[in-house]
C-alpha cells in the first residue's frame, strides 16, 4: 500500500509540472526609444511630402502606436526644438551647422530628450497631447499652443512625470485664452515721460552739485597721480645718475690726476656717496 500510494504522489507531481508553464515576462527593450521613434516619424512626415495636420488621426498611428499622424508630431517636434534649444550645447549646435535640416533636428531632440525626461516611444505621444490646444484634441484639424506657452507646457510636463508606466487619468492640456484683450499702448509714451520726472527738481540741484564735486575731486586725484609718476621718474634717475658719479669718482684713472676728483668736491658729498678721498 505505501509503495503504490508513492507512485500515485510521484505520477501527480509530473502531471504538475508538466501543465506549468513560466510567466511571460514582458522586457524593457521592446520598447523603442524615444530617439529612434522620433527618427521614424520624421521620415514618415519627409515621405508624406506636402501632408497637413488634418490627417491628425491616421493608419500611421494606429500600427506603429502612435496617436497623431507624424507630420502633426513633426511640427510639435520642431516647435519644441525652435523654443527649447537653450537645452541643447552651444558647442553641438555649432557641430550640427553642416548637417541637414533633419539630421541636425534629430540630434537636437535628443539632447533635448534626454533634458526633460523622454525616453519612450509613449513619452513622444504624451508629449504631444501638451502642445495641442485646449478643446482641439477630438478635431480633425488641431491647432498647436503658441511658442509663448512651450515652456509651460514643458514644466507642465516634467512635473507630471516622464515614467512610460505611469496612466494618465486625466488629459493633460495647456491653456491659451485667445479671447484675452490685447494690452493697450497707448500710455507708453506717457508712462515713459513720467519716469523721466521721477526725481524732484531739489534732489536733481544735489545730484548736480555732488556730481560736480567729484568731477573736482577726480581731476585732483589724476594730478596727483601724474605727479607721483614724475616723482618716481625723478627717483630712478637720480638714482643712476648717482651709480655712474660713484663709478667716476671711484675710478683708477683718478689716481695719475694731479688733482684727482676727490679733492674738488665737498666732504658731506663724498660721505653720501661713501667714497673715501
Given at each position: 500500500m505505501g509503495n503504490a500510494r508513492n507512485l500515485q504522489s510521484a505520477?501527480?507531481?509530473?502531471?504538475?509540472?508538466?501543465?506549468?508553464?513560466?510567466?511571460?515576462?514582458?522586457?524593457?527593450?521592446?520598447?523603442k526609444s524615444a530617439k529612434a521613434a522620433a527618427d521614424d516619424i520624421i521620415r514618415a512626415a519627409s515621405e508624406a511630402g506636402s501632408g497637413n495636420l488634418e490627417q491628425s488621426r491616421s493608419t500611421f498611428g494606429t500600427d506603429r502606436g502612435h496617436i497623431y499622424s507624424p507630420v502633426l508630431i513633426k511640427s510639435v517636434l520642431e516647435l519644441l526644438c525652435a523654443e527649447a534649444d537653450f537645452l541643447v550645447e552651444k558647442k553641438l549646435v555649432h557641430l550640427l551647422t553642416p548637417l541637414e535640416h533633419d539630421e541636425r533636428l534629430l540630434m537636437k531632440l535628443d539632447s533635448i530628450f534626454k533634458a526633460i525626461g523622454v525616453e519612450t516611444e509613449e513619452d513622444i505621444n504624451r508629449l504631444t497631447e501638451y502642445f495641442i490646444m485646449k478643446g482641439d484634441e477630438t478635431n480633425d484639424s488641431p491647432s498647436l499652443i503658441h511658442p509663448n506657452q512651450v515652456l509651460k507646457a514643458i514644466r507642465?510636463?516634467?512635473?507630471?512625470?516622464?515614467?512610460?508606466?505611469?496612466?494618465?487619468?486625466?488629459?493633460?492640456?495647456?491653456?491659451?485664452d485667445e479671447t484675452a484683450a490685447e494690452r493697450?499702448?497707448?500710455?507708453?509714451?506717457n508712462y515713459w515721460q513720467h519716469l523721466a520726472q521721477i526725481l524732484p527738481k531739489t534732489h536733481e540741484r544735489k545730484w548736480d552739485a555732488l556730481l560736480a564735486g567729484i568731477q573736482k575731486y577726480h581731476n585732483v586725484l589724476t594730478h596727483r597721480s601724474k605727479l607721483i609718476e614724475e616723482t618716481d621718474?625723478?627717483?630712478?634717475?637720480?638714482?643712476?645718475?648717482?651709480?655712474?658719479?660713484?663709478?667716476?669718482?671711484?675710478?683708477?684713472?683718478?689716481?695719475?690726476?694731479?688733482?684727482?676728483?676727490?679733492h674738488t668736491i665737498p666732504t658731506e658729498m663724498l660721505r653720501d656717496y661713501a667714497i673715501e678721498s
Open positions: 505520477r501527480r507531481r509530473r502531471e504538475t509540472f508538466a501543465c506549468w508553464e513560466p510567466a511571460k515576462v514582458t522586457s524593457t527593450s521592446s520598447l507642465l510636463f516634467v512635473s507630471e512625470g516622464a515614467s512610460p508606466n505611469r496612466v494618465l487619468t486625466q488629459k493633460p492640456t495647456v491653456e491659451f493697450d499702448s497707448g500710455n507708453d509714451a621718474k625723478l627717483q630712478n634717475q637720480n638714482s643712476e645718475l648717482r651709480m655712474l658719479l660713484q663709478q667716476y669718482i671711484g675710478s683708477r684713472v683718478n689716481q695719475d690726476l694731479q688733482i684727482p676728483p676727490t
